[in-house]
C-alpha cells in the first residue's frame, strides 16, 4: 500500500480541515478562519495554503465547488473549497489522537489544566 501524502497529517492541512467543517470558504475566507480558531497563534502565508490546499484536494479530502451566485468577478474567480466525507472522517480521526496524547500527557504531569 502507497504511503499517503499527508501521513502524518501536517497541522495546516489539519486546519485547513478544520476550517471547512462548518462551511465551505475560499482561500482567504480559510486564511482568516484559521487564525480566528487559533488565536492567532498559527496564520498560514499564502504558499502554505494552497501548497496544503492543493495536496487536499489530491488526496481527495476537500473539494473545489462552484460558487452559487457569483455577484461580480472577483467573486466568479474566487475557488471555493468544501470538505469531502474523507476529508471529514480524517479530521475526526486526528483530533481523537490528538485528544489521545493529551490525556498522556495529562497522566505523565506533563499537561496540566482545562485542554481536554
Known amino acids: 500500500m502507497p504511503k499517503r501524502k ?6 495546516a492541512a489539519f486546519q485547513i480541515l478544520l476550517s471547512l467543517a462548518g462551511e465551505d470558504l475560499h482561500g482567504y475566507g480559510i486564511m ?6 487559533t488565536g492567532g497563534r498559527m496564520r ?19 473539494e473545489e465547488i462552484n460558487p452559487n451566485d457569483a455577484k461580480d468577478a472577483e467573486q466568479d474567480r474566487r475557488r471555493v473549497y468544501r470538505l469531502s466525507a474523507a476529508g471529514r472522517k480524517l479530521a475526526r480521526n486526528e483530533a481523537e489522537r490528538l485528544a ?3 490525556r498522556v500527557a495529562r497522566a505523565k504531569n506533563i499537561l496540566r489544566g482545562d485542554y481536554v
Open 100 to 102: 489521545d496524547l493529551l
Open 44 to 62: 498560514l502565508g499564502p504558499g502554505t495554503l494552497y501548497s496544503s490546499i492543493q495536496s487536499l484536494l489530491e488526496e481527495k479530502l476537500i
Open 6 to 11: 499527508l501521513d502524518p497529517l501536517p497541522p
Open 32 to 37: 482568516r478562519q484559521v487564525a480566528h480558531q
